[in-house]
């Protein structure tokens, strides 16, 4: 029989860890969904300075997200140990490296806002206006400055829970925030029950308050379980941090912090390449983004549990099983992407329809949804080797494999076709995401060797 009871018992310990990560990120990614379709309700120029501006915050979220996620590899190999000890090490150095980041992230953000922001605003304009653009995107980011320490000690709370294993709290905070930024986007963009009708600045309002209330939740939860997370102990009582390990998670860690800014920077890089076809293209290109990031829950999430299981098994010595394990989240992950890629192409065509948007925006959005449905089993493979390397603390390798792969490899491919083709946009999105059938081949060959399997808390 193809599903043994050793293979049953295994996928239903994936699942078990997978699907609140995908209900947490589902639920996320479509409340953010219907945000940006009541935004993209107001107009073209609203909805692209919104699309601008989280394409930029969306840099320093991977920031968070690569800081974190590096020194993460080494919780969830203590945790693998049941070492609570070295957990509450690992929990603080996230909450030192978040404020670190905060720091750098309001100073730059606050000191080139203007500039940044003009780097998508070039080109024929399409329906869009490119002054109107420029006033909502700095509106609204100024209101998002406020929501950044909140996101990120969040992140710290989230990351080192899962990497325990336990993600249902980290998706009931989800749950309960995204309710609230729900809330608060529907009576502050257009004003209802009385409120004032603010447009862009609702919708940052709202957001920002969701972020302080998964904020809470994650953190009064965790110092009421202390039993359960005996890690959260004297968490705060002292910032002490073994040297060894110190400088173990700085070699393991940095080059994922880099890679994940890197990558993050280089696919803001690529939409502002796209934009050199115009405005209408920005607005499209939200459009694709915002339902493919519905769809993209499934590898995301398969990834995340990649990671938290092979660690647990590395920490753990399973190094004769890890393998096999491996392959086979691997090729769970590309079999439900093929399913949630077909639910995507089936709604390519009716989704666009919703926004107050011109026909030529509606036209381009449908076939950049159509091209990432297609791309989609593509997207999980790359993502399954990336936290399957990961998970072994080969940092130094996946540095190598994705963030320079964007832009040694992805970026050049579109600026090129920008530049000196006249493809429309959806031939070059197209060839560059054709790109990363050269990134599948490099990462099985990786996986296979089996160079990632080892134990990185021992020092």
């Not at 968070?64 to 945790?79: N, V, W």
């Not at 140990?81 to 953000?109: C, H, N, P, S």
């Amino acid at each position: 029989m193809f599903l043994t009871r050793e293979r049953t018992h295994f996928y239903k310990k994936v699942m078990i860890v997978a699907i609140p990560i995908m209900i947490q990120n589902g639920i996320t990614n479509f409340v953010s969904m219907l945000d940006n379709i009541m935004v993209g309700r107001v107009g073209t120029d609203p909805m692209s300075a919104v699309a601008i501006v989280n394409q930029l915050v969306f840099v320093w979220n991977l920031c968070i997200f690569g800081g974190l996620s590096g020194i993460g590899i080494f919780t969830a190999q203590f945790a693998g140990k049941e070492d609570e000890e070295g957990i509450r090490y690992t929990f603080r150095m996230q909450i030192g490296l978040v404020a670190i980041l905060l720091i750098l992230g309001l100073l730059i953000f606050g000191i080139f806002d203007t500039r940044l922001i003009e780097l998508y605003l070039h080109g024929d304009s399409g329906s869009g206006d490119p002054a109107m653009t420029l006033r909502f995107a700095k509106d609204y980011l100024f209101v998002m400055f406020f929501g950044f320490l909140p996101f990120g000690l969040s992140q710290v709370y989230s990351t080192t829970l899962r990497s325990k294993g336990e993600t249902v709290v980290p998706m009931v905070a989800s749950v309960v925030a995204v309710a609230v930024n729900l809330t608060g986007n529907y009576i502050l963009i257009f004003g209802k029950f009385g409120a004032p009708a603010l447009g862009v600045v609702g919708a940052a309002l709202a957001t920002v308050a969701s972020r302080f209330v998964e904020m809470a939740i994650l953190i009064v939860w965790t110092h009421t379980h202390k039993e359960k997370h005996p890690f959260i102990v004297g968490a705060y009582t002292s910032f002490r941090i073994p040297s060894q390990l110190l400088k173990n998670c700085i070699a393991k860690g940095f080059p994922l912090l880099v890679n994940e800014s890197l990558w993050a920077a280089g696919m803001a890089a690529l939409t502002q390449t796209y934009s050199r076809k115009g405005l209408d293209v920005v607005a499209a290109t939200n459009i694709n983004s915002t339902i493919s990031n519905v769809g993209n829950v499934a590898f995301i999430a398969m990834g995340v549990s990649i990671g938290i299981i092979l660690g647990h098994e590395l920490g753990k010595g399973h190094f004769s099983t890890v393998r096999r394990d491996a392959e086979r989240l691997s090729l769970f992950s590309v079999l439900i992407c093929f399913l949630f890629g077909a639910l995507l192409f089936l709604v390519s065509g009716p989704f666009p329809r919703i926004y107050n948007t011109s026909d030529e925006v509606r036209r381009i959005a449908t076939g950049l949804i159509r091209i990432s449905a297609v791309c989609m089993p593509i997207y999980a493979y790359v993502n399954a080797a990336y936290f399957t390397l990961r998970s072994g603390g080969r940092t130094g390798i996946t540095f190598l494999f994705d963030s320079c792969f964007v832009w040694i490899a992805s970026l050049p491919a579109a600026f090129l076709l920008v530049r000196f083709t006249d493809f429309d946009i959806l031939k070059i999105f197209f060839l560059v995401q054709m790109v990363d059938l050269i990134k599948c081949f490099i990462g099985f060959i990786m996986v296979r060797k089996g160079i990632w399997i080892r134990d990185i808390t021992k020092t």
